[in-house]
Nanobody, 119 residues
Framework: QVQLVESGGGLVQAGGSLRLSCAAS????????MGWYRQAPGKQRELVAF???????LYGDFVKDRFTIFRNNAQKTVSLRMNSLQPEDKAIYYC?????????????WGQGTQVTVSS
């Protein structure tokens, strides 16, 4: 059974930083593409960042060099470092697994972690 457990969300002031982490189990992590998505109220879920098995990365256009995704295969974790957060970054952030560079959205999802940015 695949489990993705996110942590690290919370409340931060505009301009601040957060680091999200996702611990994976039930998958061969080193062979699995991993990503982060987010969904704000009333909006569709969108890609934040993706990292392939080989370490190649994709980012949503809105990221603009503020976020960095990285993976630790030994610990089976994928993390998202978010800098220069703005109120529009407020959303539930979801960990995603089993995507590819061609199709970043995989079939497995975590429960999500809330990120709130105050102005």
């Amino acid at each position: 059974q695949v489990q993705l457990v996110e942590s690290g969300g919370g409340l931060v002031q505009a301009g601040g930083s957060l680091r999200l982490s996702c611990a994976a189990s039930g998958i061969i992590f080193s062979s699995t593409g991993m990503g982060w998505y987010r969904q704000a109220p009333g909006k569709q879920r969108e890609l934040v960042a993706f990292i392939s098995v080989g370490g190649f990365t994709l980012y949503g256009d809105f990221v603009k060099d503020r976020f960095t995704i990285f993976r630790n295969n030994a610990q089976k974790t994928v993390s998202l470092r978010m800098n220069s957060l703005q109120p529009e970054d407020k959303a539930i952030y979801y960990c995603n697994a089993d995507g590819t560079l061609h199709t970043p959205t995989g079939q497995y999802w975590g429960q999500g972690t809330q990120v709130t940015v105050s102005s």
